[in-house]
């Protein structure tokens, strides 16, 4: 088919290119105002609040991206939306996870705590592409994006270290 139309394809290739560029951008641009705000909102509120809050943006924004994203001009704006939500709670585990631990434990239990989610995460991928086989892709990110309601749930366990003195012993 390249053959017949070269030009074509070639310039609609660019085009999608360059649009994943500008995504990936716009989505990073996001992200570091998200953990800025979720900074912000640590401090002003309180941790659990924050997580709260940025749990929820998580999910209604990751939803909204796979459900609705459906041309460049989307880009602009959806993606640094999913930037802010799904990375601000990266800047909580920063100020959360070293409030929790004694300080004999803290480095050990920041790297537990930071790591094993990844060990739990990287079989979702694979769900991910298994699942897009049964029904559509946009479907499966909207189904997978419930993932945030566990983190919400946990926030009833989770200690709140405001103002709080850390834990020495």
């Known amino acids: 088919m390249e053959q017949l139309f070269p ?19 716009y989505q990073d641009v996001g992200s570091l105002l998200g953990m800025f705000a ?14 709260l809050g940025s749990f929820v943006l998580c999910l209604g924004s990751v ?29 909580g585990y920063s100020i959360y996870f070293p409030e929790i631990f004694p300080t004999r ?16 995460a990287a079989p979702f991928p694979f769900l991910l592409g298994w699942l897009s086989t049964l029904m ?10 419930s993932i945030y309601l566990v983190g919400i749930v946990a926030l009833i366990w989770a200690p709140e270290t405001k103002a709080q003195p850390l834990p020495e012993d």
Not at 11 to 21: A, G, N, V
Not at 64 to 77: E, M, N, P, Q, R
Not at 105 to 116: K, P, Q, S
């Open 7 to 25: 030009g074509t394809i070639r310039e609609l290739q660019k085009t999608i290119d360059k649009t994943r560029s500008r995504g990936t951008l």
């Open 105 to 120: 434990l803290r480095g050990t239990g920041v790297g537990f705590c930071y790591n094993t989610v990844r060990y739990l």
């Open 136 to 145: 559509p892709f946009r479907t499966v990110g909207v189904i997978m994006s």
């Open 63 to 91: 939803s909204y991206v796979f459900y609705s994203l459906k041309t460049a001009t989307d880009v602009l704006w959806m993606l640094p939306l999913m930037g802010f939500a799904t990375l601000s709670c990266f800047a």
């Open 38 to 51: 979720f900074t912000f909102a640590a401090a002003y509120f309180n941790r659990r609040t924050a997580f």
